[in-house]
């Protein structure tokens, strides 16, 4: 009977996310539905997107109400075929309402952790999804951390066992970044591969995180099956240099909010949340000195310092390069003149931040990039 | 990382990380440790409310237990800090400043400025203030506009233990004589707190909860009273700005403008007596910078004018309570 | 080791005259000048007094911390404050010690070990106690002098210091200068015991007495006592029995001492005298020492009076600087 009825449930993005407020209903009742459609606008108080459906069918009923804040996992609304009565509809969401349990209330804490590894000195922050026999790993920019790929965790496990790490320097990893170059980077996760006793990994890397993914690529080819380079460093010269300045230097969240608004093509998902946490971050011990030794490797003036083009022409690894055409810090360009044999897929619609912004498209440009 | 801790365990576990990383870091105060030359257990109390507990075994030698002489202790504290040391120094309850205000607003205020600029004096004075535990007026107060009113010290009130660790380590950093004011029926609030070391700075305030009807501002305790009052109002669909001050000197009345102006309105929360307060003040200066922004008078939340009662009934009706915060709210609203 | 029949030194007796006579070239000079108006405010002048002062911070070193007094010209000079800074400093301008800021009650220089003369009677000896404290952690052997007159001894800030002292075992001297009177009121009235020893005793510290009049006795006395805390030994209290030349503060008619008091002290209790007195008839020191440096001290003083007459005033930006470090 049920099974005909799926449900739209309150998601989690993120580890930290206990309940979103629900926002505009894009779709209306009745209305036939794709799977990874967007149907409803959810604000949490880190960030707004909208909830994408995974099911087919007609959107039959919209549970939740515009305005209303659910908690993680609560009933949003249902899909099903033409066939079942609205009853039977009352009936089952009657029935999930009652048996609904807020996460937080629940007995089990089903949350994915986060895990460390300690590599030398260094405490690697990683969390691992999935259990798929071939391992991914995802590595953010500059300033991010591993929650930078909150709207993707859980798209990308279907085919591989995802890891999401802090790099050293940010998150909740060791705030040490040696000499600040890539090279220290890139050394730095191969051991942790070691650790994980992982030989051979696909790689997604965005911004600076797609330069370390490049660099590993450079000196460890062997170990890399593809590279995904979202609004990736290191394919070019040019740079927002002004934006990582900004990012770096700034004290206060007047000063950092108009730099982080410069990450996405939507500006208005810079919450203050968004900018407080970012603030946080910065301000642990170490952090700062960090981010300036980083950025003292990475960018001279406004140019890049390491190119690694070359990389994507002297190997034999696919490759696939996802960029914003709105992306403000890393120009589109870079995207445009990449050897032949590298997929490129730019998003009209997109900023730098694309893998949040536009998760949906790129979890399913990658999704499929990993089937071949 | 962060993990949820208390107010109790973030100041101490600043001073933990501060006294390791920095040796003229020194504790001291009325029974900081507890059992000073008596027969029992050495760390006994770790302080009155228990903060200071476990850091003797580490720490030894740079806890120091005083004898009951404020105008000694708190001005050796002073003294030391003079010349090298940063020292912590607790003045129990604010109730008592009147026994060492002297070395406090004579002194270590006015070494900077009175030597010409060559003094530094990086003391942290820590203090408890605040009612709601029938501990009467000698023992309830919150004197916090006594010492906003003195140039040359700081003054700080987290109300939050990610505020408060962030708080007292910046605290402790800062070259300048700091008041470190803990509201005594706060310790167990929890919060997210990173494990490792970070400061915030003096001068920002932090929103807690953005809206565009009215603006509250608050300090202490008296914030989470601001929030609750929030929440009641926004089942009306009423949407506050709650501000919390961190530091009363210096203050951010930067943010607190900017959301005046937004929303025209302002209720003010202070736990201190009404008179030359910290929330006279900061009405003044919004009357005087944002007067064309006001929508309505500036609505004041304070207990009257008198000390602080014993009876639970009696202390009840002295303090701020989030109804009394919703009715001024409310007020503003009239028009 | 000395040459010569006193406990000191050619070159430390020559020093400490040097020290004694400029702290009463400076104190005439500044009885004169506040007597034309020029001097703002309030002075308070240690003429009188120089051989407590001196007998003791012979003994100092720049990394030990004194506190003083609202009369603080003396230890500033004795420790070691530049005097063409601190006239600057009497005459409210830019160029003082303390930037005009201070003024003759706050005249301080922490780089000397200064920790300010005082306005408040008495808060200066928690303050000793604390660079004592500090003393201890930084393991220099290094010392705090605590100075105070007859009227401070009386305040809890001293009382409760003697206490904390003894309890904590620290490296800090009480100097109790006891001139005979605290502004108006002399000490047989105000205090209750005879003598500063006693209540030493009474909160667990040694004391001495010594005659504060006598470079010499004031030496040897607070050498041993300054010798013992920077060996662990603990805290002491020193009581200087002298006499100032001066009233309380300038302009103290000083009706409330005897009609001939001030001029009978002038002639038979003057420290300075008694010290040339003690130097040349040892033949520790010749006339023609003594008169090269009243030569030199002259020059200085001049010069110091003559520069701050002329020096910069400070100006609207100054009132608001220095406040904090930041804010």
């Not at chain 3, 404050?81 to 706050?106: F, I, N, P, Q």
């Not at chain 3, 003894?166 to 502004?183: K, S």
Request: aromatic content about 8%.
């Amino acid at each position: 009977m049920s099974s005909n009825i799926k449900v739209i449930t309150m998601p989690k993005w993120g580890l930290t996310m206990k309940e979103g407020s629900v926002g505009d209903w894009l779709i209306e009742e009745g209305i036939t539905v794709d799977s990874g459609m967007e149907v409803v606008e959810v604000e949490t108080d880190k960030i707004t997107s909208a909830v994408e459906v995974s099911d087919s069918g007609i959107l039959r009923r919209t549970v939740a109400v515009s305005g209303e804040t659910l908690p993680v996992g609560a009933l949003l609304g249902v899909i099903t075929e033409e066939e079942v009565s609205d009853e039977e509809l009352d009936d089952f969401i009657q029935k999930f309402q009652d048996n609904f349990v807020p996460e937080e209330d629940s007995e089990e804490d089903s949350a994915p952790k986060t895990e460390t590894v300690q590599i030398g000195e260094l405490t690697l922050n990683f969390l691992r999804q999935g259990d798929a026999e071939k391992a991914a790993f995802l590595l953010h920019g500059f300033g991010g951390d591993l929650n930078n790929w909150l709207f993707n965790h859980q798209a990308l496990i279907s085919n591989r066992t995802v890891i999401t790490i802090d790099l050293p320097g940010h998150g909740s990893s060791s705030k040490d970044v040696g000499n600040g170059s890539f090279g220290f980077m890139a050394e730095t996760i191969l051991q942790f591969m070691k650790e994980l006793d992982i030989m051979e990994a696909d790689w997604v890397g965005h911004s600076m995180g797609g330069a370390i993914a490049l660099q590993l690529a450079k000196s460890h080819p062997e170990m890399v099956r593809s590279l995904t380079l979202i609004g990736s460093a290191g394919l070019g010269e040019e740079i927002n240099g002004d934006y990582l300045r900004g990012f770096t230097q700034s004290q206060s969240r007047r000063e950092l909010k108009p730099f982080v608004q410069q990450l996405f093509k939507d500006s208005s998902l810079v919450t203050r949340q968004l900018v407080e946490d970012l603030l946080k971050f910065k301000r642990i011990d170490g952090v700062q000195v960090c981010l300036q030794t980083i950025m003292d490797c990475f960018i001279d003036g406004d140019k890049q310092v390491e190119i690694l083009t070359n990389v994507l022409e002297s190997q034999d690894i696919p490759a696939l390069v996802i960029w914003g055409k709105e992306d403000r810090i890393l120009p589109v360009d870079h995207a445009g003149s990449l050897p032949n044999q590298v997929q490129v897929k730019i998003l009209e619609d997109g900023g730098h931040m694309v893998q949040m912004e536009n998760a949906s498209e790129v979890n399913r440009i990658i999704n499929k990039f990993w089937e071949i | 990382m962060a993990r949820n801790i208390t107010i109790r365990e973030a100041i101490r576990e600043a001073f933990d990380q501060e006294m390791e990383r920095d040796s003229t870091v020194i504790l001291m105060g009325e029974d900081i440790v507890g059992g000073a030359g008596s027969p029992g257990e050495d760390d006994a109390w770790g302080g009155v409310m228990g903060i200071h507990k476990g850091l003797f075994g580490k720490y030894g030698k740079r806890m120091l237990d005083t004898p009951l002489s404020e105008s000694a202790y708190i001005g050796a504290a002073i003294g030391a800090a003079a010349c090298g040391m940063r020292p912590v120094a607790e003045l129990m309850f604010i109730d008592f400043l009147g026994v060492c205000f002297d070395q406090i607003f004579n002194q270590a205020a006015k070494f900077r400025y009175m030597f010409g600029g060559k003094a530094e004096t990086p003391v942290v004075i820590r203090t408890m203030y605040g009612a709601g535990i029938s501990a009467a007026s000698q023992h309830s107060q919150t004197l916090t506009p006594i010492f906003t009113h003195i140039p040359g010290i700081k003054v700080v009130c987290p109300s939050t233990p990610y505020d408060a660790k962030g708080l007292m380590i910046q605290s402790i950093r800062d070259n300048d004589p700091v008041i470190f004011c803990e509201h005594k029926n706060i310790y167990d609030f929890s919060g997210d707190v990173p494990t490792e070391s970070y400061t915030i700075p003096f001068a920002e305030a932090n929103i807690l909860r953005e809206g565009s009807d009215v603006t509250i501002v608050s300090y202490g305790l008296m914030v989470h009273r601001a929030v609750e009052a929030a929440n009641q109002l926004a089942k009306d669909g009423i949407e506050c700005e709650v501000i919390d001050l961190r530091t009363l000197s210096p203050i951010d009345m930067e943010t607190v403008i900017e959301s005046v102006e937004n929303t025209g309105k302002l209720v003010v929360v202070d736990e201190a007596n009404p008179r030359c307060s910290i929330a006279s003040d900061i009405s003044a200066t919004v009357a005087q910078q944002a007067f064309n922004d006001l929508k309505a008078p500036i609505e004041m939340v304070t207990p009257p004018h008198t000390p602080v009662p014993f009876s639970p009934d009696l202390e009840s009706f002295y303090l701020p309570s989030s109804e009394k915060i919703v009715k001024s709210v409310q007020k503003t609203l009239i028009n | 080791m000395s040459d010569n029949a006193l406990p000191l030194s050619k070159d430390k007796l020559l020093r400490a005259y040097r020290m004694m006579k400029t702290i009463r070239e400076f104190e005439e000079r500044v009885h004169v000048e506040f007597a034309t108006g020029d001097l703002p405010g309030f002075v308070h002048l240690y003429a009188g007094e120089e051989a407590a002062g001196a007998g003791i911070m012979m003994h100092l070193r720049q990394e030990d911390y004194i506190s003083s007094t609202h009369r603080g010209h003396g230890h500033c000079i004795a420790k070691g404050v530049d005097v063409k800074g601190m006239v600057a400093e009497l005459y409210g301008r830019s160029s003082g010690t303390c930037h005009g800021k201070g003024g003759s009650m706050h005249i301080a220089d922490l780089d000397m070990g200064m920790m300010g003369a005082n306005g408040i009677l008495g808060a200066g000896a928690p303050l000793a106690c604390g660079a004592a404290l500090a003393s201890k952690y930084k393991k220099d052997g290094s010392v705090g002098i605590s100075f105070l007159g007859d009227g401070a001894s009386n305040a809890g800030n001293f009382l409760e210091s003697l206490n904390l002292a003894a309890v904590w075992d620290l490296p800090v001297i009480f100097v109790v200068e006891n001139n005979g009177y605290a502004q108006a009121t002399s000490r047989d009235y105000a205090v209750a015991v005879d003598s500063y020893v006693d209540r030493a005793l009474g909160f667990g510290m040694p004391g001495v007495t010594v005659d504060g009049t006598d470079f010499f006795a004031v030496y040897e006395a607070s050498g041993e006592i300054i010798s013992r805390a920077r060996d662990g030994g603990g805290p002491s209290l020193l009581e200087c029995n002298m006499i100032r030349f001066y009233g309380h503060f300038e302009g103290d008619a000083q009706t409330y001492r005897g009609s001939d008091e001030v001029e009978k002290i002038r002639k038979n209790r003057d420290c300075l005298k008694k010290f040339v007195q003690q130097v040349t008839q040892t033949d520790a020191l010749n006339k023609s020492d003594l008169d090269g440096i009243d030569q030199e001290i002259s020059v200085l003083i001049n010069e110091a009076f003559d520069e701050a007459q002329k020096a910069p005033r400070p100006t609207e930006t100054d009132l608001l600087s220095d406040v904090y470090i930041n804010y």
